[in-house]
């Protein structure tokens, strides 16, 4: 007998963590003196009231995918990849390579190898902390911390001696060439007859990220490599008694990884700074950790987890701009979110099991 049902621990038990992370967060607002549902009228109407917020949502949210889909198909392999902000730096490292060093003749054939390059990248700075999990016991969590800081050395190095423009002073590339822009959603949907602005920074890497979500589902639980990946990750022993590689899961699961968080560089880097700079990332590659428990290891619930999170960014703006309430407050309620949806889930879990073993005996 299950204990609930699969749709309950998808979907309801994330939601009921949400609204708790709400109400906890409205009484925050109300010990500060604010009004709560005038800060989340201001949130909603800022994130996507209008095709402008909409703009800046789906922007955060495409970086979010591609960070959540990484940890996710760690966790698959019973890793805790904590290296995506590292790795999304290295892989924004790989984008301006590419872009800069490159003469390329069109958008169309300069992201796809912007991708590889992301990709690449990423995937080799991941590759190390997985190699030494594999071979030499150290443990993955704190070698993906240390890489975090490394990888930041290293851009900051690079930024400052090595493609900084003569006669710059911020740490940062060259701006990419005009060729190698990616069009907005505006551009993209104007065609169609469909009116977008054009101050938002979301881009045709959202369809990657999409494609991406598409392509991990498949990965994941339509293939071979995908099947090693999951029962590695539920069983170590049973996997070696199947004649499965630890070794090999390790550093093959922790490559897709690494590569999915370099990939978050060609939404952040090539579509919106268009150049290299030293914060491109943002702290997706954290956030990525949340977005993938909340989206309970799927790519789909990693989707809307990523378009939330992607609402509390562009709508914690708005809000701070327009009232008294202080940005680190929007820290506070993703704080709350993530507290809720990830270490507080037993508090939530255990108490709906109990409920729907209940209904299961009085149906029997």
Known sequence: MEKMPKWADVALIPLISLLLAAALS???????GEDPVAAVKIMVQGAVGSTYGWGY???????????????MVAFHAGLFNIGGEGQAMLGGLGVAIVCLYVPWPHWTVAILAASLGAAVFGAFWASIPAYLQAKRGSHIVITTIMFNFIAAAVLNYALVNVMRPQG???PASARFPEAVHLPTLHELLLPLGIKFSKAGPANVSLLIALAACALVWVLIWR????????TFGKSERG????????TKITVVAMLISGA???????????GESERLILNATEGAGFIGIAVALMGRNHPFGVLLAAILFGFLYQGGAELALWTSIPR???V????????????LDNMVRMPLERLFLTLQRKEG
Not at 26 to 32: E, K, S
Request: aromatic share 8%; no cysteine.
């Open 168 to 170: 710059a002073m911020d």
């Open 332 to 343: 506070v309620i993703q704080a709350l979110v993530i507290l809720f949806t990830g270490a």
């Open 57 to 71: 949502t789906l922007y955060y949210a495409t970086n979010f995918i591609f960070t959540g889909l990484a940890v």
């Open 260 to 270: 999915l968080a370099g990939l978050m560089s060609v939404n952040a880097t090539m």
């Open 239 to 246: 996997a070696r008694y199947a004649g499965i590689s630890a």
């Open 223 to 230: 293939t071979p490599l995908g099947n090693q990946i999951r």
């Open 26 to 32: 409205a009484l925050i607002i109300l010990a500060i």
């Open 328 to 330: 680190e407050m929007i």
